[in-house]
């Protein structure tokens, strides 16, 4: 009897241990760097493949996806810099802002809109790895979608000077990233202590 209760404690803390090693916060995510690369064969043959590669660099997402070899295309997402945009281009690059959220089709919202199933068809569906494992590539995949995807479309402009807490997850696989301020950051704390405690403390911009 008394084995039994031991082992089912060792059990617990063990799951206890895993579970939380395989769960990332929106910090985690913000300040790993990373450069990764999905692909994946396509018919008719099988003879090409679908690459989908992702480089984060701080801030910085690079995007690159290359379809039958020949056709290849490429998004740069700064999620931590003002106005948002998109910068999308393998040589010449086109520039597009955000103007509020997407109601129309708009340069920006198409080009968000493909970055975002780009991401989703030919990387998060092949990722191999759990995706709340941040060392995964799928868990850097899921990383990558979500921050690009609360930048571009929720408005949520990130800094590397603030310590965020774990990602919310919405019905639509969005995000509303909840954050807290660093203990010294005394100009912060007083901004938070009008807010609500459920009010997202991330800046956003409509």
């Known amino acids: 009897m008394v084995f039994l209760k031991y082992s089912a404690l060792v059990s617990l803390i063990i799951f206890s241990v895993t579970g939380k090693s395989s769960t990332f916060s929106v910090t985690d995510c913000l300040n790993r760097n990373f450069d990764t690369e999905v692909s994946h064969k396509i018919k008719p043959f099988g003879l090409l493949k679908n690459i989908l590669a992702v ?14 070899k020949y056709l290849k295309k490429q998004w740069t997402v700064d999620i ?46 092949f990722a191999p790895g759990e995706r709340e494992d ?4 799928h868990g850097q995949l899921h990383c990558s979608f979500l921050l690009i995807k609360s930048y571009l479309e929720d408005g949520v402009v990130y800094s590397r000077n603030k310590q965020y807490g774990a990602f919310r997850q919405r019905e639509d696989y969005g995000v509303k990233p909840s954050v807290t301020s660093k203990p010294n950051d005394i100009s912060d704390e007083v901004s ?7 009010t997202e403390s991330t800046e956003s911009i409509e």
């Open 134 to 137: 941040l060392s995964s590539v």
């Open 80 to 125: 931590c810099r003002e106005p948002i945009h998109i910068k999308y281009g393998v040589s010449a690059v086109d520039v597009f802002k955000r103007d509020g959220r997407c109601i129309s089709s708009s340069d920006f919202c198409q080009s968000f809109s493909k970055l975002l199933k780009s991401i989703e068809d030919d990387g998060l569906i």
């Open 192 to 198: 938070e202590s009008t807010e609500s405690a459920d």
């Open 55 to 68: 480089k984060k660099d701080k801030c910085v997402f690079t995007v690159k996806q290359e379809k039958y």
